[in-house]
């Protein structure tokens, strides 16, 4: 009942009209904010950037512009149809029609649905601005501008690869044509392909049968459907999608002897369709249903060409299996030569390696050892994970960094490891201060590098290598997560140690594109400028502004490392290319990798420089486009930069296979190599042979991928030094060579096996056994190997235990030396390959075994002409022990004899002639009684001598 009551109660009858327009207002400002925070962003980059920014952005835009007009824009003028329009005519029938009429009365034949030719025009160019931002291909945009500028890519050539599968090739000339097009085939082709099977699929595709079933159902309303029209429509639309399933199989990534038939069946089988389609359409003026005769007729074809397509494929495959060589041999031949040519193999340099075992007469090892010394001293003894250890604790009590990565330089033909770091907020920081530290505080790094020499394992004093060791650009941590600001007026610093940033990186931004930027300036600096600091991680700052190379290869970021000029500070960055060649025949899927040059990002500053390295068709094309940017390797570089790893190692995996050039051996498929298991490229300074002095080297150890045993094949190298810089050789050893080459796992076990390093591997106690790399020094080729007495993941600093040199060179038997020094462990693999073992040989030579030291030690104390009595318990009240030391190896004997006789002489002689001896576990005790103001007192020291 109504009543004046349930008139108050009620709700305002305008409440709901104000709700909406607080909802669209809520909407719209966010919207604003939004837009207006990207518009900002965009201004901001623009400004800082410059044509660095827009010329990807320019790019870009011409292959959205290129690609989805010709995906999107329908050219028909005449029919003027649209889907979308025709979609929301439908929908606005339908919501305007009466309950009582039926669907099919309000929808209109698709056929007959026309928009104007304004709205058709309008509409067309609408869509590339909706759409396009889905068909950007900034290296197809790149390689138009370049075609504009009257560069070719090979595309002159492209009628020629559709006579590929047609013709038996009888020698590399195919592939050579093939080779001309891989401008095209990698760049052009695969992006034009996929918007033309776009629009086929639009226009061909979706169009028709909409067109088939508005026809239909309007037919209906009329009762007189015509179904074998539709019947040719719908083969006209399979027809023409099999003839692009042809098309399409010129460009793929392999060709052999059947491909001309499944194109030629394919093509035939769409050709016929098309045929049935414009015949049915023919004969649907005068009939309505199609005769069951002539779809049987269609289907029986299509199956027929199947049939005799598939019996002509399964009849060469018959022949083949026994005839492969004359079948497959001439495909085999071009897929070697495209492969060769995408690792560039014929550029590697291939050495016959003779590996001998010859002994060096032991009168003539000090002089041979003196003739290596450049060699020696070179040998690379700490690995990254050693180096790592000991470098960690060196952070020290700064929370506010982490280790990010650890890379192995050179300076002054010196090895280094230089671990570089990233900053993190403190846990300790609460929520409420986190804002504030993360953008004003926690800025950079103020000591960024740590340093450690690969040698001899000495912490280095960075600042001799870098002198600008300030990083506010760098990776991970904060640089990629956050963006750092200050006020252009400060006065003082809030940043770590009050630094007060000088360097060119950033941009000021002022009121009131500030406030959109950062809200918080709104209230903190309304009225002063912002200095903004944006992209300081490298790796998203190259992939802003040169989104062309990639920076992840193979599931991880591709390794970059720092570099100096004396005075500024750079991260060295590999500028790499990379396409799928699925479209490249022949290639099997291997991808195109080039290096392009180098790009040197200040640490300080941000700014890039771009550096000249490769030759090929696409680094000649962004070298013209950024004319201005790229510059030669400087002179300084010339020693610092190294070939990139990932590279390497990929190019080394394509020789393992396509080093084989006989089609009949690569078919039988027994020759080809393989990267031993949880093997990585070791950059090293070494002297292979033929080299006059040591070089800074990449080196990875290739063994057979059917060989049962686990000796190398050889090794590959890759220069490091400028102008030799990418330059690859490999080191092959002899199939029927008799003396073998040992692998990284042989050289393990034999390690493993030796009994000094069995023994001293008891006494270290779970030591961690290093990289096993492998050195030419002199005649012999010899793994280098260290041995720490703690590991990474201990929380123990990494010590070096020993360093054991293993002879490569195996005949039935393995030869191990183990010495303090790389020096003493190669002079005690000398005398062990000559078979003299002198005493003093390595001072790191384990004694025979536990019941030799203590008789050692006793000969010690007999020589003082002392009685050794051995008592079964000792139980005097007082005990002081004089001293402790280790007894394990040769090089500890002088130590132990110097405190036993210091002890001797202090303790025993002046007051008896006896002294007393026990065991106590791992240690003897050596020790006497004293009587001292009538109070018995026992002295003695402890020998530790292992188990």
């Known amino acids: ?32 904010v939004i837009v207006g925070n990207q518009g900002v962003i965009l ?28 995906a999107l824009v329908n050219v028909d003028i005449k029919n003027r149809s649209s889907i979308v329009w025709y979609s929301i005519h439908v929908m606005i029938t339908f919501l305007n029609r009466t309950t009582h009429d ?20 309008i509409w067309q160019i609408t869509k590339i601005f909706l759409f396009g931002a889905f068909f950007v291909n900034i290296m197809f945009g790149l390689a138009i501008v370049d075609m504009v500028d009257n560069n070719d890519l090979g595309i002159d050539n492209l009628s020629k690869l559709f006579l590929l599968p047609f013709v038996t090739p009888q020698s590399s000339d195919a592939a050579q044509t093939v080779i001309s097009l891989i401008p095209a085939l990698t760049i052009l082709v695969p992006p034009l392909l996929g918007v033309i099977g776009i629009r086929l699929a639009l226009y061909v595709g979706l169009h028709s049968i909409i067109r088939v079933i508005t026809s239909y159902m309007y037919d209906s309303t009329q009762g007189k459907p015509k179904f074998l029209s539709y019947v040719s429509t719908i083969e006209a639309i399979i027809g023409i999608g099999i003839i692009w399933a042809g098309i399409n199989m010129f460009f793929t990534e392999q060709i052999d002897y059947n491909t001309r038939y499944v194109i030629g069946g394919t093509l035939v089988a769409g050709i016929i369709l098309i045929g049935f389609s414009i015949f049915d359409k023919i004969r649907s003026k005068v009939l309505t249903h199609p005769i069951k005769r002539d779809i049987y007729i269609r289907v029986l074809v299509l199956i027929a060409i199947a049939i ?59 002089s041979y050892i003196e003739q290596n010394r450049d060699i020696l001293r070179s040998i690379r003894i700490w690995d990254w994970e050693a180096a790592f250890a000991k470098l960690k ?51 950079h790094i103020p000591n960024g590098f740590l340093t450690l020499d690969a040698t001899t394992g000495q912490s280095i004093d960075s600042d001799k290598l870098f002198a600008q060791r300030s990083i506010y650009y760098g990776e991970g941590g904060l640089f990629s997560q956050t963006w750092s600001a ?48 944006r ?138 190599f393989k990267i031993p298991d949880r093997l990585e490229a070791y950059y090293i300074e070494a002297k292979p042979p033929g080299f006059e002095q040591t070089k800074f080297l990449g080196l990875l150890s290739l063994e057979l991928r059917v060989s049962q045993g686990r000796n190398l094949s050889g090794y590959m190298i890759v220069e490091n030094d400028l102008p030799t810089l990418g330059n690859m ?86 030869y191990v030396g183990l010495g303090n020094t790389q020096e003493e462990a190669f002079e005690a693999y000398l005398h062990e390959l000559s078979g003299v073992v002198p005493t003093s040989t390595s001072k790191d030579v384990i004694s025979p075994d536990k019941n030799a030291r203590i008789q050692q030690i006793k000969s010690l104390i007999e020589e003082k002409n002392l009685q050794i009595v051995t008592p079964t318990s000792i139980q005097i009240p007082l005990s002081f022990k004089e001293g402790e030391i280790s007894y394990y190896t040769q090089s500890d004997l002088d130590a132990t004899s110097e405190l036993t006789s210091k002890f001797v002489d202090d303790f025993v002689i002046p007051r008896s002639k006896r002294i007393l001896m026990w065991q106590d576990g791992d240690a003897l005790n050596i020790g006497t009684i004293i009587t001292v103001d009538n109070v018995i007192e026992l002295h003695y020291i402890s020998i530790g001598v292992g188990k």
């Open 486 to 533: 200050y006020p252009t007026n400060r006065q003082t610093s809030a940043e770590l140690d009050g630094a007060l940033y000088s360097g060119k990186g950033g941009i000021d931004v002022s009121p009131p594109l500030s406030w959109i930027f950062e809200p918080n300036f709104l209230l903190s600096y309304p009225t002063d400028s912002v200095h903004v600091m």
């Open 393 to 443: 604790p060196e952070i020290g009590q700064r929370q506010y960094v982490e280790f990010d990565d650890n890379d192995i330089l050179r300076f002054n033909s010196t090895m280094y490891w230089a671990a570089s770091m990233k900053p993190v907020l403190p846990s300790t920081v609460s929520l409420e201060n986190r804002w504030y530290n993360e953008h004003l505080v926690y800025t």
């Open 729 to 814: 050789q490999f080191y092959q050893v002899p199939t029927n060579s008799t003396t073998k080459l040992i692998g990284p796992t042989a050289v393990r076990e034999a390690l493993e096996k030796d009994t000094d390093f069995s023994q001293l591997k008891t006494l270290l106690r779970n030591p961690r056994i290093g990289d096993n790399i492998l050195y030419r020094v002199g005649d012999h080729d010899v793994y280098f190997i260290p041995v720490y007495t703690a590991g990474s993941g201990e929380g123990v600093v990494a010590q070096l235990g020993t360093i054991a040199a293993v002879g490569a060179a195996f005949d039935g038997e393995y």
């Open 102 to 121: 039926p669907v099919s009365k309000n929808v209109t034949s698709f056929r007959d649905y026309r928009l104007s030719v304004p709205q058709f025009v």
């Open 308 to 366: 005799i397509v598939g019996s002509v494929m399964a009849v060469n495959n018959s022949i083949a299996d026994t005839r492969k060589i004359e079948y497959l041999g001439p495909y085999t031949q071009q897929q070697i030569t495209i492969n060769r040519y995408l690792g560039e193999l014929d550029k590697v340099k291939v050495n016959v390696n003779d590996v001998k075992l010859e002994s060096v007469s032991p009168n003539n090892i000090k």
């Open 43 to 70: 201004s901001m980059n623009m400004t800082e950037f410059g044509y660095q920014f827009t010329k990807p952005l320019y790019y870009s835009i011409i292959s959205a512009l290129a690609l989805s007009a010709v």
């Open 1 to 32: 009942m109504y009543s004046s009551s349930t008139e108050a109660n009620s709700s305002p009858p305008d409440a709901g009209k104000y709700i909406r327009l607080g909802i669209i207002a809520i909407i719209g400002i966010i919207i604003l």
């Open 535 to 672: 992209y300081k991680d490298v790796n998203d700052r190259m992939q802003t502004l040169y989104p062309y190379f990639l920076y992840n290869m193979f599931g991880q970021n591709v390794d970059f490392y720092p570099v100096t000029d004396g005075n500024k500070t750079y991260w060295l960055i590999p500028l790499i290319i990379g396409f799928d060649t699925n479209s490249v025949p022949w290639s099997m899927g291997n991808p195109y990798l080039r290096l392009v040059g180098f790009a040197l990002v200040d640490t300080y500053d941000g700014d890039i420089t771009l550096l000249k390295y490769g030759n090929d068709y696409f680094a000649k094309m962004i070298q013209r486009q950024y004319s201005d940017k790229f510059v030669e390797i400087p002179s300084w570089l010339a020693e610092q930069v190294r070939y990139p790893q990932e590279l390497f190692t990929w190019k080394t995996e394509m020789y393992n296979i396509y080093h084989v050039t006989n089609t009949e051996e690569f078919i039988q498929a027994n020759q080809f």
